[in-house]
T-cell receptor, first 112, second 114 residues
């Protein structure tokens, strides 16, 4: 079945460091891919999305490119801030359904 | 505006109580969802309503009963819950039938069963 694999956390960085959080997927058909962010005590916020191969999603300095050849959707940011500290979930929508499959989540901690 | 609201924010209930969680969206979205999230875990899908009809039930125990009274409102009725049902309950909605069908989440109701 469809699945999402994310790198284990926590990821600990200093402010202004470069961020990569790896995400790979297994899917049949043509899934849509998403990154969601969850701040402590809150719900999930949609960070960015991509619907087809080579699409690049971007928002608030975060980017991810839908790579069909490597089945990946890695999240990147050039310069992280303390306020980016949160849990990041990679997710795919199973083709032709309303079902989202989430990765296990990666906690990011950014220190001043 | 992409706001989904949920009430209450926190709920403590005994195992013999009956309570309800409420979710509202005024974005005209055609699908609404209930998820359960345990600490340090991703959300798990429970139910999906599409055009006010139940389209997905992920084999959820009958002590959880969803209801969609209209296109803007989604309820989750709770009865005879167990302590292991304590979790963050998230509601979400989505509009598109084609394309990404991204889901927008509410802030959640933190449920404690005593």
């Amino acid at each position: 079945g469809d699945s999402v694999t994310q790198m284990e956390g926590p990821v600990t960085l200093s402010e202004e460091a470069f961020l990569t959080i790896n995400c790979t997927y297994t899917a049949t058909g043509y899934p849509s891919l998403f990154w969601y962010v969850q701040y402590p005590g809150e719900g999930l916020q949609l960070l960015l999305k991509a619907t087809k191969a080579d699409d690049k999603g971007s928002n608030k300095g975060f980017e991810a490119t839908y790579r069909k050849e490597t089945t990946s959707f890695h999240l990147e940011k050039g310069s992280v801030q303390v306020s980016d500290s949160a849990v990041y979930f990679c997710a795919l929508r199973i083709f032709n359904t309303d079902k989202l499959i989430f990765g296990t989540g990666t906690r990011l901690q950014v220190f001043p | 505006d992409t706001e989904v609201t949920q009430t209450p924010k926190h709920l403590v209930m005994g195992m013999t109580n009956k309570k309800s969680l409420k979710c509202e969206q005024h974005m005209g979205h055609r699908a609404m969802y209930w998820y359960k999230q345990k600490a340090k875990k991703p959300p798990e899908l429970m139910f999906v309503y599409s055009y006010e009809k139940l389209s997905i039930n992920e084999s959820v125990p009958s002590r959880f009963s969803p209801e969609c009274p209209n296109s803007s409102l989604l309820n989750l009725h709770l009865h005879a819950l167990q302590p292991e049902d304590s979790a963050l309950y998230l509601c979400a909605s989505s509009q598109e039938v084609q394309g990404a069908r991204e889901q927008y989440f509410g802030p959640g109701t933190r449920l404690t069963v005593t």
